[in-house]
Each structure stands twice: as C-alpha cells, then as structure tokens.
C-alpha cells in the first residue's frame, strides 16, 4: 500500500501562483511515476502532469505547459505541483496519485493510489 497526503490547495486571483504538495508513505519502492490529475464540476477526470520517480522525467498536459511545474524530492517522498499564471480555467480539485505498474502515465486509470484532493479555486 502507498499513502498519499495532498496539501497546498487554496483560493487565489487570476495571475496568481500556488504550488501542492503531495507526501508518499508506505511501499513508495513499488512507484514508478507519480502524477497530478484534477477535475472539476461535471468534467471527467484529466491528466495535469506527471513525473518518473526514478529518473525524474516529466510530462505535462498542454493546458498548463510553461505554467505549472511538477518535482519531486526523493528524501521527502514528495511531489510537488509548482502553478504559476493560474486561471480560473484551472479551478478543480487536485489529486496525486501513484503508479505503480503497466499503463499510460497520462492516463488517470492506470494509477493504483490517489490522495484525498485538494480545492484550487481561481477568481477572475
């Protein structure tokens, strides 16, 4: 089992900046990349971005390349989501999550662990 703590979500302008946390416990050896997905009301469930755990190779989602920036911090087992230039487009809950297996890394069916969600809510 893989535990994971989200934190870091707020309420902020348009043009603001926030930036998530998410804490890994448990068999994390067994993790192969951790990604952040978010949804929002009446919307499916969409890939955000995601990071290899190892190496630490990235992948973003068009919507929120050059403004958010996923990292990790292995001696923490922490994920971070760095969202700069945030617009109220961007407003949804957030959750991390762990992948741990086979499966499309931008695909939120492949991954195994998910976080609570945490509330971003930006006003124009």
């Known amino acids: 089992q893989v535990q994971l703590v989200e934190s870091g979500g707020g309420l902020v302008q348009a043009g603001g900046s926030l930036r998530l946390s998410c804490a890994a416990s448990g068999r994390t050896f067994s993790v192969d990349t951790m990604g952040w997905f978010r949804q929002a009301p009446g919307k499916e469930r969409e890939f955000v971005a995601n990071i290899a755990w190892n190496y630490g190779g990235t992948d973003y989602a068009d919507s929120v390349k050059g403004r958010f920036t996923i990292f990790r911090d292995n001696a923490k087992n922490t994920v971070y989501l760095q969202m700069n230039s945030l617009k109220p487009e961007d407003t949804a809950v957030y959750y991390c999550?762990?992948?741990?297996?086979?499966?499309?890394?931008?695909?939120?069916?492949?991954?195994?662990?998910w976080g609570q969600g945490t509330q971003v809510t930006v006003s124009s």
């Open positions: 999550s762990a992948k741990t297996g086979l499966g499309s890394a931008s695909d939120w069916r492949s991954y195994k662990y």
